[in-house]
């Protein structure tokens, strides 16, 4: 079983930087492709970004790619999502999850094996 937590999210202004982070309990944290998806009040779940088990690999959004970069620490077992330039578009729950899948399949099919609860990031403009 993995859990997954995430942390960093906040209101900030149009034009700001805010670094989430998304802690993994579980040995096999590794092996596991991670993402972020966000959802905003009123729309379906989208894929913002996804990396490799070895982070060599990385996928963004159209809407995200130049602003935001996934990364991760595997001696951590944690994930960041750093956002640059964050507009009020951003504004939407933030989740993290983990698949036995690539970062690739994440992008394509939205889908992963499991779920943080979510972190509020709200861009006011």
């Known amino acids: 079983q993995v859990q997954l937590e995430e942390s960093g999210g906040g209101l900030v202004q149009a034009g700001d930087s805010l670094r989430l982070s998304c802690g993994a309990s579980g040995r096999t944290v590794s092996r596991l492709a991670m993402g972020w998806f966000r959802q905003a009040p009123g729309k379906e779940r989208e894929f913002v970004a996804a990396i490799s088990t070895s982070g060599a690999n990385t996928y963004y959004a159209d809407s995200v790619k130049g602003r935001f970069t996934v990364s991760r620490d595997n001696a951590k077992n944690t994930v960041y999502l750093q956002m640059n330039s964050l507009k009020a578009e951003d504004t939407a729950v933030y989740y993290c999850?983990?698949?036995?899948?690539?970062?690739?399949?994440?992008?394509?099919?939205?889908?992963?094996?499991?779920w943080g609860q979510g972190t509020q990031v709200t861009v006011s403009s």
């Open positions: 999850a983990a698949a036995w899948t690539t970062g690739y399949t994440m992008s394509v099919t939205l889908k992963g094996d499991y």
